[in-house]
């Protein structure tokens, strides 16, 4: 189990800097890139329980995406 106190997430320079080096070999659009910025999220802090709300495309899913890529978290349930 993972606990966390809180992420940091790239700013939009560096995720700026990450498309032009990757867009033209695998990327053919900008999705995910740039919505956590667009939206100025740049930090989460944790506490006992967390809560992430928005609307449709407003980077719920792609933040915790990346935390779980991030951390090593692997996806799916074990029996």
């Known amino acids: 189990m993972?606990?966390?106190r809180s992420f940091t997430?790239?700013?939009a320079d560096r995720e700026?800097?990450?498309i032009l080096d990757i867009k033209r070999?695998?990327?053919?659009s900008f999705y995910p890139f740039k919505i956590l910025s667009n939206h100025d999220l740049d930090r989460l802090d944790f506490d006992t329980v967390t809560i992430l709300y928005g609307g449709?495309?407003?980077?719920?899913s792609t933040a915790?995406?990346?935390?779980a890529e991030k951390t090593g978290i692997r996806r799916g349930f074990r029996l």
């Open 56 to 60: 449709n495309g407003s980077g719920k």
């Open 25 to 28: 070999t695998c990327y053919d």
């Open 64 to 67: 915790l995406n990346v935390i």
């Open 2 to 4: 993972i606990y966390l």
């Open 9 to 11: 997430f790239p700013n």
């Open 16 to 18: 700026f800097d990450f």
